[in-house]
């Protein structure tokens, strides 16, 4: 069965850290382009960082950059978010997402691009 779970989310303090997995089943993940996102209530999703998987190329939004950090582990089979120095404008579900026909991502962070979606993670940031 072909999954993407992703884990790790909670609630945090201003000023704190997580470390996100995107843990994929029923396919190698490392030939694949991943992207994180988020959605917080009554936004749009929008695009946390992406790793491409030919080069190994990774983007971040500005609004993360500096504190989080995307990395692959193939053994596996999961991709990481670490975030730090977290705000209450983190707070959102996380999602992570594959290019099913891509190797490479982008910094324009498309969502509609990515074709197989996990459930979500919530990260809470809070005092």
């Known amino acids: 069965q072909v999954q993407l779970v992703e884990s790790g989310g909670g609630l945090v303090q201003p000023g704190g850290s997580l470390r996100l997995s995107c843990a994929a089943s029923?396919?190698?993940?490392?030939?694949?382009?991943i992207g994180w996102f988020r959605q917080a209530p009554g936004k749009e999703r929008e695009g946390v960082s992406c790793a491409s998987s030919d080069d190994n190329t990774t983007y971040y939004a500005d609004s993360v950059k500096g504190r989080f950090t995307i990395a692959r582990e193939n053994a596996k089979n999961t991709v990481y978010l670490q975030m730090s120095n977290l705000q209450p404008e983190d707070t959102a579900i996380y999602y992570c997402?594959?290019?099913?026909?891509?190797?490479?991502?982008?910094?324009?962070?498309?969502?509609?691009?990515?074709?197989?979606w996990g459930q979500g993670t919530q990260v809470t940031v809070s005092s």
């Open positions: 997402a594959i290019r099913g026909f891509y190797s490479y991502c982008s910094e324009t962070f498309n969502h509609q691009e990515y074709d197989f």
């Open positions: 029923g396919f190698p993940l490392e030939y694949y382009a």
